[in-house]
């Protein structure tokens, strides 16, 4: 009995020190990885990887948002939040998003998400649509009606980066409150963080239909860049 006790502690002593080198591995190939990804974004200065960001893709579900054409809001909505994600992560930020699909959420429930994970900013991407004009085309940005300093500086990178990378682009700048001057937006209300809502364009606009599709890349990439510009002046 006591050599089968002895003989059973030197396998667990095995497993232990197994595992212990399996960690090891696992974070060597965790720490490799990280140079990397610095490597990778050194033009774009020191990654910040304690940064966390909440995008919330507008509308979805039973909501489709705006339409025009058979083109709904809600699609673009969330296509070009996952691919803000995307680029955010290549510059070493945390993304948490509102929804990952077509999936129904109310507007409260939203912000209340970024208030849970402490996110460092909220950003709301959406599409604008403008009733039997086809002509009103640009993009702007909503915050908070009493134009907050950091609302205000937030909205600012991201239409400035916007601006320089597709300047076919009508910029509309940025507008406090809601569109009947009721207010504010729920996201922007309920916040407890430094919140925009994005309008990408007009729907109902072929030339910001267009210019999306055309330079869909080149949108996402500005957004991307106008959120991590404005990371970088947090004391995180």
């Known amino acids: 009995m006591i050599k089968k006790g002895i003989q059973y502690g030197c396998v ?44 919330d893709a507008g509308h979805g579900g039973d909501d489709v948002g705006a339409e025009s054409n058979g083109r709904y809001e809600k699609d673009d909505d969330l296509d070009i939040t996952l691919a803000v994600k995307k680029e955010l992560e ?3 930020i945390e993304v948490i998003l509102t929804r990952l699909d077509d999936s129904s959420i109310d507007n409260a429930p939203r912000a209340e998400y970024a208030n849970l994970y402490e ?16 002509a009103v085309d640009g993009i702007e940005a909503w915050i908070n009606s009493q134009f ?27 507008k406090g409150g809601t569109m009947d001057g009721e207010g504010n937006y729920t996201i922007n209300r309920v916040a407890q963080m430094p919140s925009c809502i994005l309008e990408l364009g007009f729907v109902s606009s072929s030339y910001d239909n267009y210019l999306l ?24």
């Open 119 to 134: 996110a460092a900013v909220l950003v709301s991407i959406h599409r604008n649509y403008y009733e039997g004009a086809e």
């Open 213 to 236: 599709d055309t330079y869909f890349n080149d949108y996402t990439k500005a957004i991307a860049k106008g959120i991590y510009a404005y990371t970088k002046t947090l004391n995180i």
């Open 12 to 55: 667990c002593c095995v497993l232990v020190m197994m595992s212990i080198g399996c960690l090891q591995i696992i974070k060597n190939k965790t720490v490799i990885k990280s140079v990397i990804d610095q490597t990778e974004t050194a033009s774009l200065d020191p990654v910040i990887y304690k940064t966390v960001v909440c995008l």
């Open 90 to 92: 290549s510059l070493g």
């Open 148 to 174: 907050l300093q950091v609302d205000e500086a937030l909205a600012t990178a991201i239409l400035e980066e916007i601006e320089k990378a597709v300047p076919q682009s009508t910029i509309r700048g940025i």
